[in-house]
């Protein structure tokens, strides 16, 4: 079956402007998750998504840094005004339930350049 | 909390001979343990995880790893290396529990073992 989608999957932007990463879950996964991967940081969590609530934003690095999810699936990550230090890949992984069992299925990433 | 610390940044090795990736992990609470590869400009795939069942965890891809919790190490091996194994490899903790009450899986990352296999 189709696995976690990310689109784009590249995006430049220009230091200022606001951005929008978008991420298709598996099909049935309750459970989302975002992070980041930079050179200076590594992989680090950024936000949980149970359903449509987001017990734990504690990873937003923010108040830049804006997370929605609706329908129980898709889910959108927005970040205002960009800054250089924004550039990395983000990603974004489901699971069926949230759980420190469940392997989480990561999709491949939007890589974010701030000129 | 929790945290792990791989201890190479960069492994090289050549075809037909093993591999140890070594990982170091703490937590408060009784660790799930995981094992991600990255091949270049892909996404994030287990190789394997250990989740209080049997210490030695046999993955994907010829590759087994052993929780030793008098150690906090749950290094990754591989017997022979194959050139499709180059790759990055993420040992990666998530707690069983937090303060809060059961843990939803959030992952804490290492930084990551970049694995060159020579012919």
């Known amino acids: 079956g189709a696995g976690v989608s990310q689109s784009p999957s590249n995006k430049v932007t220009e230091k200022g402007k606001d951005v929008e990463l978008r991420c298709d879950p598996i099909?049935?996964?309750?459970?989302l998750y975002w992070y980041r991967q930079s050179l200076g940081q590594g992989l680090e969590f950024l936000i949980y998504?149970?359903?449509?609530?987001?017990?734990?934003k504690s990873g937003l690095p923010s108040d830049r840094f804006s997370a929605e999810r609706t329908g129980g699936s898709v889910s959108t990550l927005t970040i205002q005004r960009t800054q250089q230090e924004d550039s990395a890949v983000y990603l974004c992984?489901?699971?069926?339930?949230?759980?420190?069992?469940?392997?989480?299925?990561f999709g491949p990433g939007t890589r974010l350049t701030v000129l | 909390a929790q945290s792990v610390t791989q201890l190479d940044s960069h492994v090289s090795v050549s075809e037909g001979t093993p591999v140890l990736l070594r990982c170091n992990y703490s937590?408060?609470?009784?660790?799930?343990l995981f094992w991600y590869v990255q091949h270049p400009n892909k996404g994030l795939q287990l190789l394997l995880k250990?989740?209080?069942?049997?210490?030695l965890v046999k993955g994907i891809n010829g590759f087994e790893a052993e929780f030793k919790k008098s150690e906090t190490s749950f290094h990754l091996t591989k017997p022979s290396a194959h050139m499709s194994d180059a790759a990055e490899y993420f040992c990666?903790?998530?707690?069983?529990?937090?303060?809060?009450?059961?843990?939803?899986?959030?992952?804490?990352f290492g930084q990551g073992t970049i694995l060159t296999v020579h012919p």
């Open positions: 990666v903790v998530t707690g069983k529990g937090n303060a809060g009450g059961t843990s939803y899986g959030k992952l804490t």
């Open positions: 250990y989740t209080s069942a049997a210490t």
């Open positions: 998504f149970q359903g449509n609530s987001a017990p734990d």
């Open positions: 937590s408060s609470y009784s660790p799930s």
């Open positions: 099909s049935g996964h309750t459970a």
């Open positions: 992984a489901s699971t069926l339930s949230a759980s420190s069992y469940n392997e989480q299925f």
